[in-house]
C-alpha cells in the first residue's frame, strides 16, 4: 500500500510557509494516490527522542556487542522505533524551512 511520511521541521506551525507549501503538494498527492496513508511527523511535537549521552553510549554499546540496560536500554528501543516509523514508508516528504542559508542545524 502507499504511504507517505511528512517531516515538518519548521517550528511555526500555522505560520510556516515551508508547510502551506508542503500542504498543497499533500492536496495533491492524496489525488493521485487515494488510498495512501499520510503519517506526519512533526520534529517539534516532542516525540523525536534526544540523541544525547545516554543513546549514544547506547549506539557504542550495540557496536561493541554489549548487552544494553536501564536508561541506555529505553534511550535505544526510542531510537530503534523512530527509526522504524521512518523506514516503513514508501513516500517522503520534509517540509524545511532555510536558516542561515542552509537546513536549520545543518549549518555546521
Ligand atoms: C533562525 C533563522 C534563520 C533564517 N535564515 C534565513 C536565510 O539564511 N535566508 C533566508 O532567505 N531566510 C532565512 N530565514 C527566514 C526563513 O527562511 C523564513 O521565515 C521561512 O518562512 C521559514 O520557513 P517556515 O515559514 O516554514 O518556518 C531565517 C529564519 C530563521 C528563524
Redesign the pocket.
Known amino acids: 500500500m502507499d504511504s507517505l511520511l511528512h517531516v515538518v521541521s519548521?517550528?511555526?506551525a500555522t505560520?510556516?510557509?515551508?508547510?502551506a507549501l508542503a500542504d498543497v503538494f499533500l492536496d495533491a498527492y492524496r489525488e493521485a494516490h487515494p488510498t495512501a496513508v499520510v503519517d506526519t511527523f512533526n520534529l517539534w511535537d516532542g516525540t523525536l527522542p534526544a540523541f544525547g549521552p545516554t543513546a549514544v553510549g547506547a549506539r557504542a554499546g550495540i557496536l561493541a556487542g554489549q548487552e544494553l540496560g536501564g536508561p541506555q536500554e529505553e534511550a535505544w528501543a526510542a531510537v530503534t522505533e523512530t527509526f522504524e516509523r521512518f523506514a516503513g514508508h514508501r513516500h517522503y516528504l520534509f517540509?524545511v524551512?532555510?536558516?542561515?542559508?542552509?537546513m536549520?542545524y545543518l549549518d555546521l
Do not use: E, I
Request: zero cysteines.
Open positions: 519548521s517550528p511555526r505560520a510556516s510557509l515551508s508547510l517540509s524551512p532555510v536558516w542561515n542559508g542552509d536549520p
